[in-house]
Structures are given as C-alpha cells and as structure tokens.
C-alpha cells in the first residue's frame, strides 16, 4: 500500500532553518509528482511546495519563495523540503502527498492523493 513518512519537524527559532524529509513507498516513485502541504490551526490546507515527476515544474507558495528548497532523491524514494529564514507565520502541520504538479494557462494544479501523517513545525522565541 502507499505510504508517505515525513520527519524532520520540531521546534526552530524565527530565522533559522528545517528539513523536512518525506520517505515515500507502495508505488513507484519516480513516476509521480509530490508535494508538500500545510496546515495551520484554525486554517486550510494549502499547497506549500510540488514537483513534478520529470523535475521540470516546480511550484512554490509565494509566501515561501526564495526560503523553501524541493528537491528529490529518487534513488532513496524521498523528497525534501528545506526551509530557511522560518518565520512565526509558518507554523503549521506539515503533509507530503503524492500529487501532480502541472503548469498549465499561467497557473499550477496539485492534485494529492495520498497523504503522509504530518509533521509539526514550530517558529518562536
């Protein structure tokens, strides 16, 4: 069956930095794009982060471009996020999925279907 691992959470002061690390298995896993989501209390779900499969879409959140990295190893079927200048306001529950990643009309589409169990990052003095 699918299964999504993420890890790499904890507790970070404003400015500082994370990994997240999401080990993916149950399909194959160079055949699909992923994505990282998050959750903050009292809000939606949004789409931080994707990738596509083929590597040549990638998607960032406005309010995380130029401080959040995606990359993948397909060799080791994971994917990271890494997460520099952290700032209170990304505090949040933080879900890998498999998801497509598509550019398409000046827009990008993330469609997950499986979903890791999340990881919690914290930002605060």
């Known amino acids: 069956q699918v299964q999504l691992v993420e890890s790499g959470g904890g507790l970070v002061q404003p400015g500082g930095s994370l990994r997240l690390s999401c080990v993916a298995s149950g399909f194959t896993f160079d055949s699909y794009g992923i994505g990282w989501f998050r959750q903050a209390p009292g809000k939606e779900r949004e789409g931080v982060s994707c990738m596509s499969r083929t590597d040549d879409n990638t998607y960032y959140l406005d309010a995380v471009k130029g401080r959040f990295t995606i990359s993948r190893d397909n060799a080791k079927n994971t994917v990271y996020l890494q997460m520099n200048s952290l700032k209170p306001e990304d505090t949040a529950v933080y879900y890998c999925?498999?998801?497509?990643?598509?550019?398409?009309?000046?827009?990008?589409?993330?469609?997950?279907?499986?979903w890791g169990q999340g990881t919690q990052v914290t930002v605060s003095s």
């Open positions: 999925a498999r998801s497509s990643c598509t550019y398409y009309s000046g827009s990008y589409y993330l469609n997950p279907d499986y």
